[in-house]
């Protein structure tokens, strides 16, 4: 029996009909899976859709660039260069988390293929290891102001090959520089998968043109 990550779970139209649809977001560096909470009302989701939005708490470790301080982590960072020097045993030891959490919302009744895995930042990276390697089709992959830290890592499954890919990214992001999300899209493009891009004007954050467009993009994936 899997010891699943405690969570924040928010429902859109539970009552509507059974739920089978879901979304699994991890927050950034520091945060909590209360971070994105507040943004599953603005997206705008058809009122015919059923979907639980899963948001989990990432575990409590030492960040090595923040002086070694505790704090909420998916994995240690080791250096702040523009090629972010990262602990792969712990992203790998997080996406096997994430693949629990998988696994238990299939055991509800949602299809792998109703399942959208997402994340910010730091969750960002594991959601790319995660959804990247995961042996059966997804709904899809959403990444939003972060990196691809583990491709060198990742067995790349041929299940999620035609799997739709949202990148997203501040212009302005002074923590994870826009190019590092321009390199995951233009790597992940030469490998022909489905990827979109788009930048906001921001920093690093999210903003409300660009929840609408997710919103729009999860009401096609998951439709």
């Avoid at 302005?172 to 190019?179: A, G, L, S, T, Y």
Wanted: with cysteine.
């Amino acid at each position: 029996m899997s010891n699943y990550l405690d969570a924040v779970v928010v429902e859109h139209n539970p009552s509507q009909k059974k739920i089978d649809r879901a979304v699994i977001w991890l927050h950034g560096l520091g945060a909590s899976g209360h971070d994105f909470e507040p943004v599953v009302p603005q997206l705008g989701l058809a009122n015919d859709m059923a979907v639980r939005f899963i948001f989990p708490h990432a575990p409590k470790r030492p960040v090595t660039v923040n002086g070694g301080m505790v704090m909420p982590a998916w994995y240690d960072i080791i250096e702040m260069s523009l090629e972010r020097k990262v602990d792969v045993a712990q992203i790998e030891e997080s996406a096997q988390q994430i693949q629990d959490l998988i696994s238990r919302e299939i055991e509800r009744g949602v299809l792998p293929e109703h399942i959208v895995i997402a994340g910010f930042s730091q969750g960002g990276a594991v959601a790319y290891h995660v959804a990247l390697g995961y042996p059966k089709r997804l709904a899809g992959l959403m990444t939003l102001s972060t990196y691809l830290a583990t491709n060198d890592n990742i067995e790349y499954s041929a299940a999620n090959k035609d799997m739709p890919i949202l990148i997203e990214h501040g212009s302005h992001d002074p923590v994870v520089p826009v190019i590092l999300g321009e390199q995951a899209q233009q790597l992940l493009s030469a490998k022909d998968y489905n990827v979109s891009y788009n930048t906001y004007p921001m920093a690093h954050q999210v903003c409300m043109p660009q929840i609408q467009n997710i919103g729009k993009w999860l009401n096609i994936v998951l439709a």
